[in-house]
Nanobody, 115 residues
């Protein structure tokens, strides 16, 4: 019912910045929260940041102070501003949306940070 499309991934040197975008389409009404997860080679998928319909945010300890999640007023697009990127941030980043207690996922976008 919800289709998610990510953009903004790419290659960047350590210390650089990237801005990821995720747009939801389809049944976008009543989306409770959206967020970003990532999966690095050999590791399980982990939460990066989430933002609820009320504006509450949650961040992984590893990205606090460097990443910022935000949303547009229509609540169908979320952004992840990533600053001071480190090689450890290299992963496939997935957009997530929660609606009616169901989760929806994007295809993922690759973020690679070089030393």
């Amino acid at each position: 019912q919800v289709h998610l499309v990510e953009s903004g991934g790419g290659l960047v040197q350590a210390g650089g910045s990237l801005r990821l975008s995720c747009t939801a389409s389809g049944n976008i009404v009543s989306i409770y929260a959206m967020g970003w997860y990532r999966q690095a080679p050999g590791k399980q998928r982990e939460l990066v940041a989430t933002i609820s319909s009320s504006g509450s945010t949650n961040y992984a300890d590893s990205v606090k102070g460097r990443f910022t999640i935000s949303r547009e007023n229509a609540k169908n697009t979320v952004f992840l501003q990533m600053n001071s990127l480190k090689p450890e941030d290299t992963a496939v980043y997935y957009c997530n949306a929660e609606r009616m207690w169901r989760d929806y996922w994007g295809q993922g976008t690759q973020v690679t940070v070089s030393s």
